[in-house]
Structure formats: C-alpha cells, structure tokens
C-alpha cells in the first residue's frame, strides 16, 4: 500500500474528517440572560409568561452552557461539600461506615494547604451518590421519600443547580408526594 493512502485512512492525519465528526455531535445549548433569587413562595407562583427581574447588567457577558456543563458543576459543587465535611477529623466515622476513611487525611491535608479546588476529586460518584441525592427533580423526590421518608419528618436540601425553575421543579416533584 502506498503512503498516499495510508495517510487517507488515517483519520488523525485529515482535519476534515475530524471537524465533520465534530459537527455531527449532538450538542444542548443553554444560553443564561440573568439570575435572580426569589422566596420559595415566589417561586411556586411563577407560572408561564411570568415575568422575573434578572441582575445582570446590559453590557455583561452572558453565560452559556453547553451540554452537562452546568450538571457537572452542580456535581462537582456537591462533592466539594462533602469533601469538606469529609476533611474534619469527626467526619472520619462517616467515611469509615462506607470503608472510604483513607480519603479523610487527605481531604484534610488539602484544606490546610487551601487547595480547595482539588477536593471534589477525591470525591467519587460511589460517595457522592451514598451521601448526597442527584437527578432530576422527580428522581431526587423519590429517592428522598424512598431513603429517608420512614423515619424522617422534615429535610433541608442544599439545592446546587441554582436555576429557580429546577428548584421550583423540585418543590412541587416533593408536594405531590406529601
């Protein structure tokens, strides 16, 4: 076989090939005009065509998220809070009832050394998805109700995705199984 056609067949060597792979990748674009906070109250009022007061400014860069950016920040924010429960010494019981007590030392080598952004990975899926409830507001209302729902009166969830309308979501997902 010639070299001509060994390099046609190797798709490293062709650019074309690669970007036209790129464009076929299916891709979800968020595009954020602006946050706002509102009571939970104000929340479970919003309805469609609601109007809400967004504090971004008009010359401020918008965000825009694409595909599971945002869930993996949420995540990744998750694991950072455990991880520093995780760092205290009377945290260490906790990790040890799951056998992942090796982690804690280090976990808390890296906070007194103020590497916080290295924390959520020491934490993995296993421990995050053990200690903390993720998915869709439907999914993490059933998982509640399904994990603690027998013996628990109240919760007080720590909600990472920062968008009204999943917290929202949430709320009524946790009424409806009231």
């Known amino acids: 076989m ?4 060994q390099k046609r067949n190797n798709p490293k060597k ?5 970007i036209q792979k790129l464009m076929e990748m299916p891709v979800t674009a968020r595009l954020v005009l602006g946050e ?9 009022k919003l309805g469609q065509g609601s109007m809400l007061v967004l504090d ?8 825009l998220y694409i ?4 869930i993996a920040k949420a995540r990744d924010a998750c694991k950072a809070q455990i991880g520093f429960y995780g760092s205290t010494p009377a945290y260490k019981v906790v990790l040890e009832q799951h056998g992942w007590e090796s982690i804690q ?3 808390n080598s890296l906070t007194k050394k103020g590497l916080w952004q290295d924390i959520p990975n020491l934490i993995s899926d296993e421990i995050l998805e053990s200690i903390a409830v993720t998915g869709t507001p439907d999914e993490v209302s059933k998982i509640i109700f399904d994990r603690y729902g027998s013996f628990a009166s109240r919760i007080a969830p720590s909600i990472f995705s920062g968008d009204p309308e999943v917290t929202k979501a ?9």
Do not use: F, R
């Open 67 to 70: 595909n599971d950016e945002e």
């Open 105 to 107: 030392p280090e976990l």
């Open 14 to 18: 062709e650019p074309g090939l690669q």
């Open 56 to 63: 971004t400014k008009v010359k401020e860069n918008l965000k």
């Open 170 to 178: 949430l709320i009524h997902a946790l009424n409806k199984k009231l």
């Open 36 to 44: 706002c906070k509102l009571e939970i109250e104000e929340i479970l």
């Open 2 to 5: 010639s070299s001509t056609k």
